[in-house]
């Protein structure tokens, strides 16, 4: 990347800068650091990552009732190029409703994109951060401070392909409760908003223990953080036997986990906490099933993984009671 014929030394810094960190995660950053580069004229700041997104076109929603979450999730998927086709496809999407935060969790390496190039009221995050507080010798680990310093406001925390695992051959254990609670508050410490996700396996939800597999799951987190700091959390149940599966809880078996959820926030927190809380629901929601999940009174949204990568997300957005 030549910086010879920038206009000043403000964008000289700014494409020096980006190429340093393109070379650092990669060359599937080096495409876009190129093309960002030679149409930039903004300063040297993290701000300016986020300062040029194109505008959305939501209407501030009305005090009062909780607001629907619907996070996109993702995941190991997709190329630059696809991830820029995708982003397109919902900058053109048409209005979110009022009532409802819409968000993508994506690869890390497509983050700063989706913070230049995706329309401005569809909220950036990330699928995990570190427990680590700082920098420090973390090999592989992305810190929640590095998240916010790029402009991310929300995480993803304890989803099950990560408390499970993914089912690889030599493969570890995946993360325990106590990891995905001390993640979850050095997550809001450092600044982000975080879907929590709980769930049970197809075996104990047969074995009638669904929720207490969920309250094992709350507990340490229930321990580890503030009153307040429940403002910043969104509980994200997914159920895991209908993960990408094509299976889904019946919107009345749905409600019915939701509430008791709820009612154990109540017990365990605060009534004023659980009444204010969020809860997705994430077992396979898509456009065909959202109107019908979403009208339930204790399902505030949805975390979309197949559908998300899809434009059938907005019909999922678009799902949301009016």
Avoid at 53 to 65: D, K
Avoid at 185 to 208: C, P, T, Y
Wanted: some cysteine; aromatic content about 6%.
């Amino acid at each position: 990347i030549s910086i010879d014929t920038m206009s000043s030394n403000n964008t000289t810094n700014t494409t020096f800068a980006m190429a340093t960190a393109a070379v650092a995660v990669g060359a599937s950053l080096v495409y876009y650091v190129t093309h960002t580069a030679k149409s930039s004229s903004s300063s040297s700041s993290s701000s300016s990552t986020t300062s040029a997104r194109p505008q959305g076109s939501s209407v501030p929603a009305p005090e009062g009732e909780r607001k629907y979450l619907i996070g996109g999730n993702w995941k190991s998927n997709g190329t630059l190029a696809e991830q820029e086709d995708r982003v397109k496809i919902f900058n053109e999407a048409g209005p979110i409703p009022s009532n409802c935060e819409v968000a993508i969790c994506a690869p890390y390496i497509h983050l700063p994109m989706l913070l230049s190039k995706l329309r401005d009221d569809i909220a950036v995050g990330a699928q995990d951060c570190g427990k680590n507080e700082k920098d420090g010798a973390f090999t592989g680990e992305i810190g929640a401070h590095m998240l916010t310093d790029i402009g991310c406001t929300w995480v993803i925390i304890g989803h099950s392909e990560r408390r499970v695992g993914f089912g690889m051959e030599g493969e570890t254990v995946g993360e325990s409760e106590d990891l995905c609670a001390a993640k979850l508050q050095n997550a809001l410490a450092k600044g982000l908003k975080v879907m929590f996700a709980i769930g049970e396996s197809k075996d104990e939800r047969e074995g009638g223990i669904t929720m207490e597999v969920c309250a094992k799951q709350l507990d340490p987190a229930i321990k580890l953080l503030k009153e307040e700091d429940w403002a910043n959390v969104a509980i994200a149940y997914e159920p895991v036997w209908a993960i990408g599966t094509g299976l889904t809880a019946t919107p009345e078996m749905a409600q019915d986990t939701h509430a008791q959820i709820r009612a154990y926030m109540s017990e365990k927190v605060s009534p004023e906490v659980a009444s204010k809380i969020r809860i997705q629901y994430g077992g396979s929601m898509k456009g065909a099933n959202a109107k019908e999940l979403l009208a339930q009174p204790d399902i505030d949204g949805g975390l979309i993984g197949g559908a998300s990568l899809k434009a059938d997300f907005f019909n999922v957005v678009n799902g949301v009671p009016m």
